[in-house]
């Protein structure tokens, strides 16, 4: 699948097959993540991967919006570090986060990425996971074997893009 395709075909999946994801596809995918650019290279990230089922139920009993974190086999937690990049960092790791999630993809595996950081949930979800105080959590990414093919439209390129000007929609 090329990144064209990859970028157009990807979509969030909130239910998954209860099938283990293979360790080779996961760090693979955490492999792309890390291939993100950044501001000075910082690389302001680090990745917190969650198998334990248990676990899993927890974070899902934490983040309101992520309920199917307890049925997908994989969770991974994304976390910035804002000492490497104080004013960049939430853009660099959520780079990092779009390499993943294409790179899942591509893979044939599904995900869903959830918004952790600013919320009531990064402060639970950091005792849980033992994540330092100086670290953040930008957001937690489901994934697994996708048991639903969710479909999404988007806005036309020609209402959101403009030329030379705010407002000009000539070329």
Avoid at 26 to 36: G, H, K, N, S
Wanted: charged share 30%; net charge positive; aromatic share 8%.
């Amino acid at each position: 699948m090329d990144v064209i395709e990859a970028i157009k075909t990807r979509r969030s999946i909130r239910k998954y097959k209860p099938i283990p994801v293979e360790e080779d596809k996961i760090v693979e995918c955490l492999d792309a993540a890390r291939w993100a650019p950044s501001a000075n290279n910082s690389q302001p990230w680090e990745f917190l991967v969650v198998k334990n089922a248990e676990t899993r139920r927890k974070l899902a009993e934490i983040h309101r919006y992520g309920r199917f974190m307890a049925e997908s086999p994989v969770v991974v937690v994304f976390i910035a570090d804002p000492s490497k990049s104080e004013n960049w960092y939430h853009g660099d790791v959520a780079v990092a986060v779009q390499n993943f999630l294409l790179a899942a993809h591509s893979l044939g595996l599904g995900t869903c990425w959830m918004g952790v950081i600013n919320t009531p949930f990064e402060e639970p979800i950091k005792k849980l996971l033992e994540i330092p105080d100086k670290l953040r959590v930008l957001c937690t990414v489901s994934l697994g074997y996708p048991d639903e093919k969710p479909s999404r439209s988007r806005r036309p390129l020609e209402e959101i893009t403009h030329w030379e000007k705010y407002g000009c929609k000539t070329k």
